[in-house]
Structure formats: C-alpha cells, structure tokens
C-alpha cells in the first residue's frame, strides 16, 4: 500500500461544474441552475498538495466564514496524521511506540483500518511504513531496489495485528514498527471537512482533497460531474460519474514511483514487502464515505481482483472500478 508523503496523486478530477470560476479562496459566480444560488469556491494547499471545496449557496457570508473554519480543521487534522511533522501524533506514536491518550480522530481511523486490513486478508497495511521507508531510502542512495535479506528484515516489523488500538493509547507490539495513514487520512480528513460544512447548513457542495465526497445535486444539475483516469491515459475515454451524496477515490499502481524510470511503484504488498504485482493497475471506489473508498482503492491494487472482489462484499453499497495492464475496465459492486 501507498505510503509517500501527504501530497496526494492527482488521479480524480471535479469535471467542468464551474468552467471560468475565479481560483481565489472564496471567489463566487451566479450559476441559472437555482434563483438566487452562487457557487462559492475555495482553492488551497491541504495534505501538500492542491485542494479545492464548492459550495452551492445564498448565503456567500455564510460561506466565507465556514471556508475559513474549514482551513483551520484542515491544519489540525494534518497535525494528527502528518508523517513529516515531528510534533504530530502519527509522528509520535512511531518514534515512542506508544501514544497515550490518542486524538479520537487516530483511534476512529484506526478501527476502520483495522477493518480494512481484516476484509481484504491484509492486503491493507498501515504497518508497511518500515518497508516504505527502506524502498526509499534504498533507491535514494544506490538508484536500487533494497537487497532481499533487507527486505526481510523490515518485513519482520510489518503486521498491523500487532498494534494495539484503544481510546486510551495505541501502542506497538514490536520496537521498530511505524505507521503510515497515506492510504487512508486523505479520505477521513475530506469526510471531516465535508460534516464540518454540512454542520454549517452547506446542503450542495464538493470536497476534492485528491479523494472527493458530494452532497447535493450541484444546483439541481443533477449532480457533481467527476472525472475518472486514474493512470491518465484514457483522455476524452475516462469514465464520468454523477455523484450525489457519495465519495469516491482512486489509486495507481505508479501513480509515483521510487526510481526516476518510473518503474518501481510505490505501492508495496504488505505481504511480499516488494511493489504490488496485481494484474490492477488502477482502481477507483465509490462509497459512502471518502475514508473507505480510499482505503479500499489502495487496497484494490494489491489484493487483486479475486481477493478484492470478496472483500468488496464486507461493505454493501460500495461499488469499484478496476482497469487491467492493457487499459480495459470493468466494475465491480457489492450487494446490499
């Protein structure tokens, strides 16, 4: 599973909802769709990487100032989950081995990771980061992949059955493990950002944190339009979705890569400890919420479509996109 630092690969796109919008943070255009209904949009930096929030509304002050509230939870978040800041309480917990009295935040995204590694037979493993860590350091120094004795060595720390998670502390069952939350945060924090404008009275609105969650029907358009190209190559061929109170998300096998060829993805198979094989080379989930379709995307790349297509059935209402080495797609959906 992924693990690079927070600055998310761009494989989704909010499609063409609001062409010739100002980029500035609360920038605000008359749409015909509704009376008296502007778009509110906000472009900024979230998890190092682009982000951007719509908003359908009346009330513009409203908008403004909930936008404003939305960049503070968005830094708080990042200080939980960031893997760069020594301060945060990721970055803690992998240093100490143990974090007591962890932010509700940690141990909710950790039960649903949990949740996550059990359904799909371990496919996802926040425990991968020791693995990562050596992959990257490794083709930083020699231009190489890491020698198979000290693959093995690192893959002696992964195992996310052996982190004990509870609202009182989360601690490691071995020194030397580290979590990363790459595969996933993304995901929670667009979900947190999405209730916090919801909280608000924002009914009609887009959170794209390079995972994307709607509500609303984009000004009684029907919905908002996302464009799906998870590797992009598909061009004018990518898949486009309606969304309407649903998320979705997208990984790629080497969506970034260790080596500068471009060959050796980034996405390790917490079981091998070398990068995903899987016949998928992309996957995108709609769920709904952003977290889970995250997770299960990255999961999807390297469980493999056998593995991924009975894990899918542990979360009714989930349905995924899976595009092959030869660029061929098809979806799968889980019943319920």
Do not use: C, Y
Not at 114 to 123: F, I
Not at 196 to 201: E, V
């Amino acid at each position: 599973m992924t693990t690079s630092p927070l600055s998310r690969r761009r494989f989704l796109m909010i499609s063409a909802a609001a062409v010739g919008v100002a980029g500035a943070a609360g920038a605000a255009l008359a749409l015909p769709a509704q009376a008296g209904v502007q778009q509110v949009r906000w472009r900024g930096i979230a998890l190092g990487a682009a982000a951007e929030i719509r908003l359908m509304t009346t009330d513009t002050a409203q908008a403004d100032a909930l936008l404003a509230a939305t960049e503070r939870e968005i830094r708080r978040l990042e200080a939980i989950f960031s893997l760069h800041d020594a301060s945060s309480a990721l970055a803690r917990l992998n240093r100490d081995g143990r974090l007591d009295g962890p932010p509700l935040e940690m141990v909710e995204l950790l039960a649903l990771s949990a949740r996550l590694h059990g359904a799909t037979d371990g496919a996802f493993d926040p425990s991968i980061q020791p693995l990562w860590a050596l992959h990257a350091e490794s083709h930083a120094a020699t231009g190489k992949a890491p020698s198979a004795e000290a693959i093995a060595k690192a893959h002696r720390l992964v195992g996310f059955d052996k982190v004990g998670i509870d609202s009182d502390g989360i601690r490691f069952g071995q020194t030397g493990m580290a979590l990363t939350l790459n595969g996933i945060a993304q995901g929670f924090i667009t979900d947190r950002i999405s209730a916090l404008l919801r909280a608000g009275g924002m009914t009609d609105l887009v959170v794209d944190m390079g995972e994307i969650r709607a509500n609303g029907t984009n000004g009684g358009t029907g919905g908002w339009p996302v464009r799906l190209d998870p590797d992009h190559s598909a061009g004018s061929a990518a898949e486009r979705l309606q969304l309407v109170d649903r998320a979705v998300a997208s990984s790629h096998a080497r969506g970034t890569t260790f080596d500068k060829d471009g060959l050796a993805g980034h996405i390790l198979d917490p079981r091998t400890g070398a990068p995903t094989k899987s016949s998928i080379t992309g996957a995108s989930v709609v769920a709904g919420n952003a977290a889970l379709a995250d997770g299960l995307s990255t999961a999807a790349l390297v469980a493999g479509e056998a593995t991924f297509a009975e894990a899918l059935q542990a979360f009714p209402g989930t349905r995924a996109r899976l595009v092959a080495a030869d660029g061929t797609a098809r979806w799968l959906k889980a019943e319920g």
